[in-house]
């Protein structure tokens, strides 16, 4: 671990902390590696039901470290490429574990969530943004194109000839307008947005997390699978659900006509 990414525990949340306010939290080797290492504990840990990532300071995350870039513009065009496409596949392990992970990620977003951190935003499952929050794809700028899945993420969500404007453009947009399009799901004032989030991440841990956990699957399975096969996939996980504990205290709890109380089991 380095204080690069910072990790709270609590209530079966578990919140991860980019910690380089003095550069907008853009991403270093050590965070990069720092945030494969938690989440893969954190994907096989029962105790945490939810996980929430959020920069520290005023920014969610501005991207790569484009000073420490400055350092590699000075080597070999070869050798800056075999770096950076070790560099990017290095990444990749992240985000395979956060899109397996049968537990709800929050990006909780202010200020600036540009280059890998709007990739990394959209890699959640939910984002809720403060009404300060601003986002751009940024790669173009810097005559490059974009890592960390966003380009697997982007035009799933706002449709191909959008995905081409913000990726070819490389524009800012606020978070009214990144709701609009489908990237972000709740923009709360930033006074608030440290409550809003807890309370969006407290509502995921105390539900039934293991439906939670299975819907998410299917829902990214539903992308690509056929119509066969995703109800073949709904039959599977349904009677799976109905085999836990929870299922068990919804049915119970919808009968004594009260509140479920949900053990994530």
Not at 51 to 73: C, P, T, Y
Not at 86 to 98: D, S, Y
Not at 238 to 264: L, S, Y
Request: net charge neutral; proline share 3%; glycine share 8%.
């Amino acid at each position: 671990m380095t204080d690069h990414l910072l990790i709270e525990k609590k209530d079966g949340i578990a919140t991860l902390i980019m910690n380089r306010p003095e550069s907008r939290n853009a991403l270093s080797l050590e965070m990069r590696q720092s945030l494969f290492e938690v989440m893969t504990e954190i994907e096989t840990d029962d105790a945490i039901r939810c996980v929430v990532i959020k920069g520290a300071g005023d920014h969610f995350m501005a991207g790569g470290d484009l000073k420490a870039f400055g350092e590699i513009v000075k080597q070999a065009p070869d050798e800056r490429r075999k770096q950076f496409e070790a560099r990017i596949h290095n990444l990749h392990p992240t985000m395979f574990t956060m899109r397996r992970m049968r537990k709800p990620i929050i990006a909780s977003v202010q200020g600036a969530a540009a280059g890998f951190g709007l990739s990394l935003a959209m890699a959640c499952d939910m984002v809720i943004a403060a009404d300060n929050a601003f986002f751009t794809l940024a790669y173009i700028n810097i005559a490059t194109t974009p890592d960390g899945s966003g380009t697997y993420s982007l035009a799933r969500m706002v449709g191909l000839k959008k995905a081409m404007e913000i990726a070819m453009l490389g524009d800012r947009f606020d978070a009214k307008e990144a709701a609009r399009l489908g990237l972000v799901n709740f923009v709360v004032p930033t006074a608030d947005i440290e409550a809003e989030t807890a309370k969006l991440a407290k509502r995921l841990a105390s539900g039934p997390t293991v439906a939670i956990g299975r819907t998410k699957q299917m829902l990214h399975a539903s992308l690509t699978n056929s119509m066969e096969t995703q109800l073949a996939i709904e039959a599977e996980n349904f009677a799976a659900c109905a085999a836990t504990e929870d299922w068990a205290e919804g049915i119970t709890a919808f009968g004594e006509k009260r509140k479920p109380v949900f053990k994530g089991k």
